[in-house]
Each structure stands twice: as C-alpha cells, then as structure tokens.
C-alpha cells in the first residue's frame, strides 16, 4: 500500500460522539486525500490536502473536518458523528509535481450506531 | 448527469475471455485517465494511467482513451480468476488536481 498505514482500521461509535481518524505515510509525499466509499456511490473525495497546514473541501466535506501539522499525517475528524456518516475511509497519497497518481491505503471501516 | 459514468454490473466471464470495460464523461477538460482495480476488503490499487488520448498496453492490459467521444476503456486479454475484483475509472484535469470516479464495474471471472 505504499507506504500508507491508516487506523483504527476498524471503528463502531455511536451517534453523536467524536471520531478521528489516521492516514500515516512514509513516502514524504506532498499530497494527501481523504475519500469515502459507499455502495452505490463509488469513491467520493471528502477533503484533500496540498502541503503542511494547506487543506482544501471535496464534494462531500460537511460534517467533516481536517487537519495537517505534518507531512506525514492527514487527520479527518467527525465532529459529531452520524449514521449517514457509516462507510470505508480510504486516505491515498500522490506524488508532487509531476504524476496524476494516487495510491490508496487499505481503508478504514467506521460503523455509527 | 454525473460526470463520469461507469456500469455497475455485475459482469460475469468465462476464464480466457477478453474482458471489455468502459466509462463515458461529461467534462471535456479530464485530461488524465487511470484505471485502478478493488480487490473485496482492500484499497483501490493503480492499475494503468494514461495521458490524454490514445492507447496504451501493459502485459494483458490495454486502456484506450477516445477524448472526441469522452469515452475510455480498458481491455484485459486472457482473463484469470486472480481479476476477479471491482476496477474503477478515475479522470482528472491536470496536475495533482483530485480524481473523479466512477462508481466501478464488478468482474467476476470463471475457471
């Protein structure tokens, strides 16, 4: 997976509660991504960020937050948790400059009750 | 109408079939196509990335990009139960920009 660990890799909550979760890379990329997958739906980019500190919305960013104090991490946090917000995260990295490439890490499968 | 448009399936082959798949666009400013295949359980993995139009071949893959018809396709020759899997289009306009994708075709190859 290139280098990409995300955690937890699995997550039950509930309603209402605080989640974040972890994108980690080793690849010293500049670019990183948060999507969601849902069936029916496909891959739809939540948020995505360009460098350190540097964060900007995908299609579907409400109810989530992002942020990125250093290269190697990418934090998506839900506030306040919701069942609509049930799904597999995926984080995917690319390369600066040149490549329209992204290599995704395993996923992290969130269950809100 | 949603940008990128891609059969769901499911597709179902005999083992050795040659596989066709296809995604047709809307936005005549994608100029970066890549094909990447979903393993049940796992993250989307690169499977093949082409600039603009025109074709281009990796051992029994071939993607093909007609831009005049907003239309892309990836061919896989001799299939195996081993491409059983879900293989997403995915387009962007330049650079880093965020990909689009489509929803996935579901392959299911039969020995």
Redesign the interface.
Known sequence: ?AGITQSPRHKVTETGTPVTLRCHQTENH??M?WYRQDP??????IH?S?GVKDTDK?EVSDGYSVSRSKTEDFLLTLESATSSQTSVY?CAI?E?DS?????????TRLLVL | QKEVE?DPGPLSVPEGAIVSLNCTYSNSAFQ?F?W?RQYS??????LM?T?SSGNKEDGRFTAQVDKSSKYISLFIRDSQPSDSATY?C?M?F??????V????TRLSVIA
């Open positions: 997976d500049r670019y991504y029916g739906h496909g891959l739809r980019l995505y360009y995908g995926f690319s600066s490549q329209e490439t992204q290599y995704f890490g395993p996923g | 891609q970066y890549m990447y359980r796992k993250g989307p993995e690169l990335y600039y997403l995915a962007s330049s650079g880093n920009t965020p990909l994708f489509g929803k996935g």
